[in-house]
């Protein structure tokens, strides 16, 4: 049970440069979340899902776009990577309940020079 | 909209000091309440919850109760050691549209000294 699964680690981009972030979880939850967290910030909420099949902007979503590809991916493009891009990025999932945490994965370290 | 406000840190403790980190928190629902934990280099990890008024949340020695009359949900630890060293997230969970969005606080980072 591998939990909430990231690649890669760590990316560097040169500006204007695509790529896709990836997230898998192993616990049959039904929503998914990207965030990017930059330091003072905080957690900001970039999209989530919260089914198979259906996607929601959050507080940041500008730049960005999500697939929800089955119930245990969720990734997130950057089409144009800007430096205001850089950020470390965490994918979560839990259940659709109140009383449920969230889980995290370990988080992308991306650079955007 | 629902906010939580935590206080600012960082938060600097001797070994075997108490510990206080404030927690209010507006909501319109009737929010779940959380405590994350982030250690250096990793991702967040649930540290305790409370799902209803007046709840205690525990965990490791962490503490939290679910004041609803305050709207507050402050994490204590009696005891702190030097491995508590990391960044403490309040957070709580409310229902919009068909899934529970969760709002975070920024974070207290607690540095704790032998």
């Known amino acids: 049970n591998a939990g909430v699964t990231q690649t890669p680690k760590f990316q560097v981009l040169k500006t204007g440069q695509s790529m896709t972030l990836q997230c898998a979880q192993d616990?049959?939850?039904?929503?998914m979340y990207w965030y990017r967290q930059d330091p003072g910030m905080g957690l900001r909420l970039i999209y989530y899902?919260?089914?198979?099949?259906?996607?929601d902007k959050g507080e940041v979503p500008n730049g960005y776009n999500v697939s929800r590809l089955n119930k245990r991916e969720f990734s997130l493009r950057l089409e144009s990577a800007a430096p205001s891009q850089t950020s470390v990025y965490f994918c979560?999932?839990?259940?659709?309940?109140?009383?449920?945490?969230?889980?995290f994965g370990p988080g992308t370290r991306l650079t955007v020079t | 909209g629902d906010s939580v406000t935590q206080m600012e840190g960082p938060v600097t403790l001797s070994e075997e000091a108490f510990l206080t980190i404030n927690c209010t928190y507006t909501?319109?629902?009737?929010?779940?309440l959380f405590w994350y934990v982030q250690y250096p280099g990793e991702g967040l990890q649930l540290l305790l919850k409370?799902?209803?008024?007046?709840d205690k949340g525990s965990n490791k020695g962490f503490e939290a109760t679910y004041r609803k009359e305050t709207t507050s949900f402050h994490l204590e630890k009696g005891s702190v050691q030097v491995s508590d060293s990391a960044v403490y997230f309040c957070?709580?969970?409310?229902?919009?549209?068909?899934?529970?969005?969760?709002?975070f606080g920024r974070g207290t980072s607690l540095i704790v000294h032998p």
């Open positions: 979560a999932s839990s259940e659709n309940r109140g009383g449920y945490e969230q889980y």
């Open positions: 616990m049959n939850h039904n929503s």
């Open positions: 899902s919260a089914s198979e099949g259906t996607t």
């Open positions: 909501a319109t629902g009737y929010p779940s």
């Open positions: 409370a799902t209803k008024a007046d």
């Open positions: 957070a709580l969970s409310d229902r919009t549209g068909g899934s529970y969005i969760p709002t």
